[in-house]
């Protein structure tokens, strides 16, 4: 044995602290976006503001007091935005102590204190920073003469400016897709995992005989009477007890050797220690893959190993009938026979393999004040035999303590709790992303056909069809995105490895991710292309002219 200290902080928080530092990031991530967003906004805004701002600057207006003014606005606007999100965060957080996701410590402490709303402030103010810096710098920049000479002397800079902005949110925007697809196709292989054992059907209790039950014996009898009794309960298929359930937490391990080993001078290797009754499997739905499994004769010199055992202990012989030593924990060394071969059960969660497993017959493991897990198996809705099998226990022991009354299709899903709450969150913020690139590459292409409104006309009046018009917005709006595209896979390699421990049969940079991903982004590039150019089409040449 040896000792370990953990902070209790990390001992309470650190299972679900990668998600939470993951989920931190996608918000971030989508806070830049909508800076994006606001700052081709404020380009646009800026650009028709060019001439009265000029005109200042010339009156004898300082090129700081109108870059002052550019982000004093901007202020503004992330102030009202952030006390709007204030807002929203409060329907929000009600909704997420609703929905009250299993395995998320304190999360009945979460709330929007003094700290949450400092947070907003300062995020809004950097918001307003960042959204109005390259807007204001345009203008304090500003070539008066050529503004004042001409109303389009800096549009190809400003669709420059526009067009990086876009790239911006589109490589964003795939990194967030691709960590959402990965976390959704982990999730998509959890569910199609064989753990060793069926979850549907089953019920689960806790219970532990009272103080008269005071010798093994006893206690034996107490479980075995009740297995029977519930066995004859309508609806009920098998019944079956263990001193541990899988997914419900706790370990019992122990070290182990064969005859094999110990003539090879092999060390001991650890494996996990299960107790059951003869029961157990055929209520837990485990497959029985070699010899036989327990019967109510056998006593501690058998035992029950399952297939991962079998494979690493004699992987080219038959197990069956081969002897292993264990050492309990009086220290004296025993022997037992191999009887049986059962699959694999995934103890420890869905995602993790786990050790190899040796299942003892229970007799000899419990004792005075005892709490085992029964499972029932049923051909129904399993919660309709709780009061059945509580009246059981009752009528067996009034003072027997029933507790952890759950369904192993509960315990299965709470163990998929934090791929299944990140994913939805994660999905949730690039779902936001997508619909803020698209939003913001239209706003982009609007400008553009605004902006070469008589150019489009020109084209018009000598000869060019709407389709070719069509054909070059589309084409500017998709070139845009493919160099998003480049820019946010090369992003995602990087960034989607820090999801690697949430990753469950797939690899962080999964080539059918990122190609579906991708193709997600072409599409709402050509939608949001689509009505920009279709406008471009429909402008009138004559008018063009005449405005020229």
Same mark, same amino acid.
């Given at each position: 044995?040896?000792?370990?200290?953990?902070?209790?902080?990390?001992?309470?928080?650190?299972?679900?602290?990668?998600?939470?530092?993951?989920?931190?990031?996608?918000?971030?991530?989508?806070?830049?976006?909508?800076?994006?967003?606001?700052?081709?906004?404020?380009?646009?805004?800026?650009?028709?503001?060019? #001439?009265?701002?000029?005109?200042?600057?010339?009156?004898?207006?300082?090129?700081?007091?109108?870059?002052? !003014?550019?982000?004093?606005?901007? *202020?503004?606007?992330?102030?009202?935005?952030?006390?709007?999100?204030?807002?929203?965060?409060?329907?929000?957080?009600?909704?997420?102590?609703?929905?009250?996701?299993?395995?998320?410590?304190?999360?009945?402490?979460?709330?929007?204190?003094?700290?949450?709303?400092?947070?907003?402030?300062?995020?809004?103010?950097?918001?307003?920073?960042?959204?109005?810096?390259?807007?204001?710098?345009?203008?304090?920049?500003?070539?008066?003469?050529?503004?004042?000479?001409?109303?389009?002397?800096?549009?190809?800079?400003? !669709?420059?400016?526009?067009?990086? @902005?876009?790239?911006?949110?589109?490589?964003?925007?795939?990194? @967030?897709?691709?960590?959402?697809?990965?976390?959704?196709?982990?999730?998509?292989?959890?569910?199609?995992?064989?753990?060793?054992?069926?979850? /549907?059907?089953?019920?689960?209790?806790?219970?532990?005989?009272?103080?008269?039950?005071?010798?093994?014996?006893?206690?034996?009898?107490?479980?075995?009477?009740?297995? =029977?009794?519930?066995?004859? @309960?309508?609806?009920?298929?098998?019944?079956?007890?263990?001193?541990?359930?899988?997914?419900?937490?706790?370990? @019992?391990?122990?070290?182990?050797?064969?005859?094999?080993?110990?003539?090879?001078?092999?060390?001991?290797?650890?494996?996990?220690?299960?107790?059951?009754?003869?029961?157990? #499997?055929?209520?837990?739905?485990?497959?029985?893959?070699?010899?036989?499994?327990?019967?109510?004769?056998?006593?501690?010199?058998?035992?029950?190993?399952?297939?991962?055992?079998?494979?690493?202990?004699?992987?080219?012989?038959?197990?069956?009938?081969?002897?292993?030593?264990?050492?309990?924990?009086?220290?004296?060394?025993?022997?037992?026979?191999?009887?049986?071969?059962? =699959? #694999?059960?995934? #103890?420890?969660?869905?995602?993790?393999?786990?050790?190899?497993?040796?299942?003892?017959?229970?007799?000899?493991?419990?004792?005075?004040?005892?709490?085992?897990?029964?499972?029932?198996?049923?051909?129904?809705?399993?919660?309709?035999?709780?009061?059945?099998?509580?009246?059981? *226990?009752?009528?067996?022991?009034?003072?027997?303590?029933?507790?952890?009354?759950?369904?192993?299709?509960?315990?299965?899903?709470?163990?998929?709790?934090?791929?299944?709450?990140?994913?939805?969150?994660?999905?949730?913020?690039?779902?936001?992303?997508?619909?803020?690139?698209?939003?913001?590459?239209?706003?982009?292409?609007?400008?553009?056909?605004?902006?070469?409104?008589?150019?489009?006309?020109?084209?018009?009046?000598?000869?060019?069809?709407? !389709?070719?018009?069509?054909?070059?917005?589309?084409?500017?709006?998709?070139?845009?995105?493919?160099?998003?595209?480049?820019?946010?896979?090369?992003?995602?390699?990087?960034?989607?490895?820090?999801?690697?421990?949430?990753?469950?049969?797939?690899?962080?940079?999964?080539?059918?991710?990122?190609?579906?991903?991708?193709?997600?982004?072409?599409?709402?590039?050509?939608?949001?292309?689509?009505?920009?150019?279709?406008?471009?089409?429909?402008?009138?040449?004559?008018?063009?002219?005449?405005? /020229?």
């Amino acid at each position: 044995f040896s000792l370990r200290a953990t902070p209790l902080l990390d001992e309470m928080v650190g299972s679900i602290r990668p998600i939470l530092l993951v989920l931190l990031g996608a918000v971030v991530f989508v806070l830049l976006i909508a800076c994006a967003n606001v700052a081709n906004l404020l380009l646009v805004r800026a650009h028709g503001r060019e #001439h009265e701002l000029t005109v200042r600057a010339a009156l004898g207006g300082a090129r700081k007091d109108l870059l002052r !003014q550019i982000l004093g606005e901007s *202020v503004v606007l992330a102030l009202a935005g952030g006390a709007l999100g204030i807002v929203v965060a409060y329907g929000g957080l009600a909704l997420l102590l609703a929905l009250d996701p299993p395995n998320v410590p304190r999360l009945e402490t979460v709330a929007i204190d003094r700290g949450v709303l400092g947070f907003a402030l300062m995020a809004s103010i950097l918001s307003a920073m960042l959204a109005g810096l390259w807007p204001g710098l345009r203008v304090r920049n500003l070539n008066g003469a050529d503004v004042l000479r001409t109303r389009s002397g800096s549009q190809g800079s400003r !669709q420059r400016a526009g067009g990086v @902005l876009v790239v911006v949110q589109v490589a964003l925007s795939l990194v @967030l897709l691709a960590g959402a697809g990965l976390l959704l196709r982990s999730f998509l292989a959890l569910n199609e995992v064989r753990p060793g054992y069926q979850t /549907e059907g089953v019920l689960t209790l806790a219970v532990a005989p009272s103080d008269r039950y005071d010798s093994n014996e006893s206690v034996v009898g107490f479980f075995r009477e009740l297995e =029977e009794s519930v066995a004859a @309960l309508p609806g009920a298929a098998a019944v079956g007890s263990s001193v541990r359930l899988p997914l419900a937490g706790g370990l @019992l391990t122990g070290p182990y050797t064969t005859e094999e080993r110990l003539a090879r001078g092999d060390p001991e290797t650890e494996a996990d220690w299960r107790p059951i009754t003869p029961g157990y #499997h055929d209520a837990m739905g485990t497959r029985l893959l070699a010899g036989r499994g327990f019967t109510p004769f056998d006593g501690k010199d058998v035992v029950v190993i399952d297939e991962r055992m079998a494979r690493l202990a004699w992987p080219d012989a038959d197990p069956v009938g081969r002897r292993i030593r264990t050492t309990p924990f009086s220290g004296d060394p025993e022997w037992a026979t191999v009887i049986g071969v059962v =699959e #694999h059960m995934r #103890h420890d969660g869905l995602a993790e393999d786990g050790r190899e497993t040796i299942f003892w017959p229970i007799d000899n493991w419990v004792g005075s004040g005892m709490q085992l897990y029964v499972v029932v198996r049923t051909s129904g809705d399993p919660t309709a035999l709780v009061g059945p099998v509580r009246d059981v *226990v009752r009528g067996l022991d009034r003072n027997a303590p029933i507790s952890k009354v759950r369904t192993m299709e509960t315990l299965a899903s709470d163990a998929m709790a934090p791929v299944r709450f990140s994913m939805s969150l994660i999905a949730i913020f690039a779902a936001v992303a997508v619909a803020l690139a698209g939003i913001g590459l239209y706003g982009v292409l609007a400008n553009l056909v605004l902006q070469r409104t008589n150019e489009i006309g020109v084209r018009l009046a000598l000869g060019a069809t709407a !389709q070719s018009v069509f054909a070059l917005v589309v084409r500017r709006g998709i070139g845009l995105t493919v160099a998003g595209l480049a820019f946010g896979v090369a992003g995602a390699v990087v960034a989607t490895q820090v999801l690697r421990g949430l990753l469950f049969d797939v690899r962080p940079t999964d080539p059918a991710t990122y190609a579906g991903v991708a193709l997600l982004l072409l599409v709402v590039a050509l939608v949001a292309s689509a009505l920009p150019a279709w406008r471009a089409m429909r402008i009138a040449p004559v008018e063009a002219l005449r405005e /020229e």
